[in-house]
């Protein structure tokens, strides 16, 4: 299984950014896929998990900031960012759940935000 993240950057506080996952397991469309970060000297905390079924959860802090998507035909997840600012600035890493509970992670891109 490999996850790899791609769409990391270095933007000004109120721009965009658009991370993608592409993840080569045979059982994509059955994974919940999500979005973590951390943040240095700060734990790894859930961003964004979306389901088979398409529910969507986030974390408070980016709520109606971020929207999380995925194609399960492209078996790949996405994270669409706006609104960025300096806390939101982490190594992003990408993980998927299989329907039989198995996880795997990616190896996360750099996001950095800049005031």
Not at 99 to 108: L, T
Request: proline share 2%; charged share 15%; hydrophobic share 35%.
């Amino acid at each position: 299984v490999q996850l790899q993240a791609s769409g990391g950057g270095s933007v000004q506080a109120g721009g965009s950014l658009r991370l993608s996952c592409a993840a080569a397991i045979s059982s994509f469309s059955d994974a919940i896929m999500a979005w973590h970060r951390q943040a240095p000297g700060k734990q790894r905390e859930l961003v964004a998990s979306i389901a088979s079924s398409g529910s969507t959860n986030y974390a408070d802090s980016v709520k109606d900031r971020f929207t999380i998507s995925r194609d399960n035909a492209k078996k790949t997840v996405y994270l669409q960012m706006n609104s960025l600012n300096p806390e939101d600035t982490a190594v992003y890493y990408c993980k998927a759940i299989t329907r039989f509970a198995y996880a795997y992670w990616g190896r996360g891109t750099q996001v950095t935000v800049s005031s």
